[in-house]
Nanobody, 127 residues
């Protein structure tokens, strides 16, 4: 059982940057594909980004327009989501997920069923 703890969410002004972190409970989590999702009030949960187990491949939602990057530090069992040029529409609860998917990743990560989920961290972007 992998436990995931997301952190780093806070209120930020539009145009600003924020880095979220997702810490996993087990060293074996380095074998997992990791992803970020967000859930805004009144909307369905939305895929944001994912990174393969070794960091060699990433996949992002088209709507992000290149503003976000994802990275991982397997020595720290942590995945990061760097969010730049934030917009009010980025306001949401951001959650991380893990899946025992080894290998390059592609568009399937946006719709597949993930193995583990963590609690969310609130990001609020003020205009």
């Amino acid at each position: 059982q992998v436990q995931l703890v997301a952190s780093g969410g806070r209120m930020v002004q539009a145009g600003g940057s924020l880095r979220l972190a997702c810490a996993a409970s087990e060293r074996t989590s380095r074998m997992y594909t990791m992803g970020w999702f967000r859930h805004a009030p009144g909307q369905e949960r939305e895929f944001v980004a994912a990174i393969s187990w070794n960091g060699d491949s990433t996949y992002f939602a088209d709507s992000l327009e290149g503003r976000f990057t994802i990275s991982r530090d397997n020595a720290k069992n942590t995945v990061y989501l760097q969010m730049n040029r934030l917009k009010p529409e980025d306001t949401a609860v951001y959650s991380c997920a893990a899946d025992l998917l080894v290998g390059p990743i592609g568009s399937d990560v946006a719709t597949m069923s993930w193995d583990y989920w963590g609690q969310g961290t609130q990001v609020t972007v003020s205009s």
